[in-house]
């Protein structure tokens, strides 16, 4: 079946979908974007995506596209267009096309609006997290401003593409305390040593990852111990567990961090169990 884009006002062929050479995306990373899981055809947690988007395009004092609603049956409209069932569906919004010139264009031109969804493969998504992956650890090298879910990826492609080359899935991000950071497009969490979850707390260079948000209130309810604090690399090897969030992984068990087995080697059964609580979770509030 071939896939279908949204570009501006217009659902496309995807391999025919352009936008202008002069877009500041393009030219300058100058846009935002957001992820949402699809499930049973179905977008998940898409209040708390948007409010996230709102946070991205207010920093960067670039208009909303459309209000929410619009924006909300562009998204839903593309999934179906794409007979999503299962994966995700992705939104890019940037400044719009100006002359190329690093101050913002005045008067604002129209933001460049771009919305793709694709499938993923649901039985190899469960197989990989039975298996369980392994992540390595990049220095921080990002700007300041990771809470703004900006297009500007680049250190994040080169930290990914690192973990690649070494055999693993992600790449986990020490700052200057040689403290993780989070992902390169993941949060990042152990189950320490006393059974506590840990992860970064909001107030660090983060991203507030939507999934990390609502696994925090998936794991409260089930009374398990929550510690928003950071933890070092030599902790995380020491954890009994350790796992990421994202919208593409959902929650995903990480068996070695640098190489070492991070617990008996396996996928823990705090990850295994979040990862299922947190499917549920997604589905039920999928929309
Ligand atoms: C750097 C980074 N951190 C965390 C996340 C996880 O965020 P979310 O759970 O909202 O997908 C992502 C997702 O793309 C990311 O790029």
Redesign the pocket.
């Known amino acids: 079946m071939s896939r279908v884009a949204y570009v501006n006002g217009r659902y496309a062929p995807h391999g025919r979908a352009m936008v202008h050479i002069e877009d500041r995306g393009y030219q300058l990373g100058d846009g935002v974007y ?4 699809v499930i049973d055809g179905r977008i998940s ?1 898409a209040a ?2 948007f409010d ?1 988007l709102e946070r991205s395009l207010g920093e960067l004092s670039i208009a909303w596209p459309m209000s929410r609603p619009a924006l909300r049956i562009v998204l839903a409209e593309t999934v179906r267009r794409n007979r999503v069932d299962y994966g995700l569906v992705y939104l890019q919004v940037t400044r719009g096309v100006a002359r190329r010139d690093h101050g913002f264009p005045d008067p604002p031109p129209p933001p460049a609006v771009v919305v793709t969804a694709r499938t993923v493969d649901r039985a190899a998504a469960e197989a990989r997290a039975d298996k369980g992956v392994a992540v390595i650890s990049v220095p921080e090298s ?1 700007w300041a401003r ?1 809470d703004i ?1 900006t297009i500007g ?1 680049l250190p ?1 492609a080169l930290a990914r593409q690192k973990a690649r080359e070494a055999g693993a899935a992600e790449a986990w ?1 020490i700052d200057e305390l040689g403290l993780v950071t ?6 990042a969490w152990i189950v320490d040593e006393n059974g506590a979850l840990r992860t970064r707390d909001i107030q660090a260079n ?9 696994l925090l209130d998936v794991a409260r309810r089930e009374g398990l111990t929550v510690d928003e604090r950071p933890f070092t690399i030599a902790e995380a090897k020491k954890a009994r567990e350790a796992f ?6 959902l929650v995903l068990p990480v068996i070695a961090v640098d190489g070492t087995a991070v617990g008996d080697g396996a996928p823990g059964p705090v990850a295994k169990s979040l990862r299922r609580l947190y499917i549920d979770e997604a589905r039920r509030n999928a929309c």
């Open positions: 957001e992820v949402w899981a947690d708390r995506h996230r990002r990771c879910k990826l994040n991000f989070e992902g390169a497009a993941s949060n983060i991203l507030r990852g939507v999934t990390r948000l609502t990421i969030t994202g919208a593409g992984t």
